[in-house]
């Protein structure tokens, strides 16, 4: 079976992209999947998360350009199953080279489709810069869905519908038809104050079954985690961000059952 590619994205700054990337890949890892989280991020916070160095040249820059192979930047980290190509600043040169190049959308895809195409990983995660540039499209143009973290405040309905209509734009300009929504993850949810409540109320609203039930707490453990270069899971095994984290994973096998066998056609 071919790995699932999915990009974790949002134009939004600090909306728990990274934290979803790292965490929820963790949980998937627990629960038997094998995952290659891929840092598509010059800030390479998923690296330095999970406890890798930023490393000079250790980056998708040179895959994306051609001159190194997926598999060389491959990294483990302390988790079974879950593996990452890490990131560091370098990669923000991809925004400027990239577009100069023939096929400028399809670089990432052409990039892992040999690996994804393989059975060594039965996902792949990108975790994607906060902004629209170049490499955001390249991931969007790879991936077989996007995952979107949306923060639970105020603005978080403007950024929302950026998002749908530019993965619309996407799937029109037939640069991929087939990009789904995996699924909207509401973070940081405070379930103390109104507002909270009303975020999740509206995106529900606006995009009903495609938000997960779990929501993810704002818990300074799951803050905390990242400076211990590891995810919350490993770091605090009884926190409510590590039982939010699992949940979702649950949320998120259940819903790729449920697409893989859709139930029985009823029988007029
Ligand atoms: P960027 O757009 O810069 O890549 P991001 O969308 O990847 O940011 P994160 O880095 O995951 O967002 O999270 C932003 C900040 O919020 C981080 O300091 C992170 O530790 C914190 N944070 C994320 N999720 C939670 C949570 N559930 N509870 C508390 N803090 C959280
Ligand atoms: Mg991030």
Same mark, same amino acid.
């Given at each position: ?6 990009a974790? &994205? ?13 965490? *929820? #890949? ?9 995952? +290659?989280? $891929? ?5 390479a916070n ?5 406890? $890798? ?22 990294? @483990?980290?302390s988790?079974? =199953? *879950? ?7 370098? $990669?923000?040169? &991809?925004?400027?080279?990239?577009? =100069? ?6 670089? /990432? ?25 170049? %490499? ?5 143009? !790879?991936?077989?869905?996007?995952? +979107? ?6 603005? !978080? ?5 950026v998002?749908?209509? %530019? ?5 029109? #300009?037939?640069?991929? @038809?087939? /990009? ?26 606006h ?6 039930e ?8 799951v803050s905390?985690?990242?400076s ?31 697409? &893989? !066998?859709? !139930? ?5």
């Amino acid at each position: 079976m071919p790995a699932r590619i999915i990009a974790v &994205a949002n134009q939004k700054g600090g909306v728990g992209k990274t934290t979803t990337t790292i965490n *929820l #890949s963790a949980a998937l890892a627990e629960r038997g999947r094998r995952v +290659l989280i $891929l840092d598509f991020d010059p800030q390479a916070n998923a690296t330095s998360g999970l406890g $890798l160095e930023k490393t000079d040249g250790q980056s998708l820059y040179s895959v994306l350009l051609g001159e190194a192979t997926l598999e060389s930047r491959i990294k @483990p980290t302390s988790v079974k =199953r *879950l593996e990452i190509v890490p990131s560091e600043v370098n $990669l923000a040169g &991809a925004e400027v080279d990239i577009p =100069r190049m023939d096929r400028y959308l399809q670089r /990432l895809r052409e990039a892992i489709r040999p690996l994804a195409d393989t059975d060594r990983y039965d996902l792949l995660v990108v975790d994607c810069p906060p902004s629209l540039g170049i %490499l955001t499209m390249n991931a969007l143009t !790879a991936a077989d869905s996007i995952l +979107l973290p949306i923060q639970c405040e105020y603005y !978080a309905l403007e950024g929302l519908s950026v998002m749908i209509r %530019l993965i619309e734009q996407i799937r029109n #300009s037939g640069a991929n @038809p087939k /990009l789904e929504i995996e699924g909207i993850v509401m973070t940081m949810y405070d379930q103390r104050t109104n507002l909270s409540q009303q975020v999740v109320q509206q995106v529900v609203q606006h995009l009903g079954e495609k938000v997960f039930e779990t929501l993810i707490p704002r818990s300074v453990r799951v803050s905390e985690a990242p400076s211990y270069g590891q995810p919350v899971l490993t770091y605090d095994r009884n926190c409510t961000g590590t039982a939010a984290y699992r949940q979702l994973a649950r949320e998120f096998l259940a819903r790729e059952r449920e697409r &893989a !066998a859709p !139930a029985d056609p009823v029988v007029a």
